[in-house]
């Protein structure tokens, strides 16, 4: 296993939006060059962000800052979709979650990275598939 890592929405809404698992997504920075996404992820974090928006949580401004300029330019993005989709189909339907969840496990199995989520459902999958999971959560 090499140093890098893939991170999913789950964590870099946590880095935008203060949540229990903020602290410990912000140990990732998001500017580090070992982190890398697929471009899902792009998409993801933006409707996350807008349900924030949209419930007053967020402002309108610091919306378009980090979908306009924060996250495109924070995290390594390097995926081939269609190329990618099999392999996720197949981890999904084989090991059950989604196929959102499956597409990031699959990509951190294609880069030979460790996963950083704070989605329990997601580290279970990755785990019994062999990927290196760093599960993060509220620090007590």
């Keep these: 296993m090499n140093d890098l890592f893939v991170v999913d929405a789950s964590v870099a809404v946590a880095w ?10 912000l140990d990732f920075e998001y500017n580090n060059s070992n982190l890398f996404a697929p471009y899902l992820i792009l998409l ?18 610091s919306y378009h800052e980090v979908i306009d300029t924060e996250l495109p330019n924070t995290i390594n993005y390097r995926d081939d979709f269609v190329s990618l989709m099999p392999g ?4 999904a339907m084989n090991h059950g ?6 597409y990031y496990i699959f990509f951190a199995q294609q880069l030979n990275a460790s ?11 990755a785990r ?4 290196a999971t760093r599960f ?3 620090r007590t």
């Design 16 to 25: 935008f939006v203060p949540q229990e698992q903020t602290n410990e997504a």
């Design 44 to 61: 993801e974090v933006s409707n996350a962000l807008l349900k924030h928006v949209r419930a007053g949580i967020m402002p309108e401004n």
């Design 88 to 91: 996720a189909s197949a981890i």
């Design 97 to 102: 979650g989604t196929i959102y969840d499956a």
């Design 115 to 125: 996963l950083v989520t704070a989605d329990s459902e997601q580290t279970k999958v």
């Design 128 to 131: 019994r598939m062999g990927v």
């Design 136 to 138: 993060i959560a509220k």
